[in-house]
T-cell receptor
């Protein structure tokens, strides 16, 4: 079945450091890919998405490119801030496999120190 | 303003004592979802409603039931909670089903079964 694998956390960085959180997926069809973020004490919210191969999603300085050849959707940011501390979830929605429902990775906790 | 509201935020119950978690939305979305998220695991879809049509995931235990009396409200009933049901329960909505796209999440209800 469809699945998402993302790097284990926690990830601890200093402010202004570069961030990469790896995400790979397995899907039967042609999924849409998402990054959701969960700030402390809040619900999950969509950070960015890409719906087809080679699309790049971007928001709040974060980027991720849909790479079909490597089945990856790695999250990147050039300079993190303390306010980026949160748990980040990679997810896919595959009309064929998951009937369009979101399938999540386990989440990666990011802590950014001043 | 919160658009998906879950109550209660925290619930402690005893083994076997029924629990109901509620979710309300002001988005007028057609689809409502319930996810279960255990510690350090990915959110797992339990079921969803497309309007009044109920869709149960194949591996959702019979112990879990849901009701959607109207567009705005959805309830998760756990008839006889076991220790393994301790988890965060997430409610989410989307405008349409299939190829879900953006889901709007509540802050979650954290259930502890003693």
């Amino acid at each position: 079945g469809d699945s998402v694998t993302q790097m284990e956390g926690p990830v601890t960085l200093s402010e202004e450091a570069c961030l990469t959180i790896n995400c790979t997926y397995t899907a039967t069809g042609y999924p849409s890919l998402f990054w959701y973020v969960q700030y402390p004490g809040e619900g999950l919210q969509l950070l960015l998405k890409a719906t087809k191969a080679d699309d790049k999603g971007s928001n709040k300085g974060f980027e991720a490119t849909y790479r079909k050849e490597t089945t990856s959707f790695h999250l990147e940011k050039g300079s993190v801030q303390v306010s980026d501390s949160a748990v980040y979830f990679c997810a896919l929605s595959d009309r064929g496999g998951s009937q369009g429902n979101l399938i999540f990775g386990k989440g990666t906790k990011l802590s950014v120190k001043p | 303003d919160a658009m998906v509201i879950q109550n209660p935020r925290y619930q402690v119950t005893q083994f076997g004592k029924p629990v109901t978690l509620s979710c309300s939305q002001t988005l007028n979305h057609n689809v409502m979802y319930w996810y279960q998220q255990k510690s350090s695991q990915a959110p797992k879809l339990l079921f969803h409603y497309y309007d009044k049509d109920f869709n149960n995931e194949a591996d959702t235990p019979d112990n879990f039931q849901s009701r959607r009396p109207n567009t705005s409200f959805c309830f998760l009933d756990i008839r006889s909670p076991g220790l393994g049901d301790t988890a965060m329960y997430l409610c989410a909505t989307s405008r349409e089903a299939g190829f879900a796209g953006e889901l709007f999440f509540g802050e979650g209800s954290r259930l502890t079964v003693l």
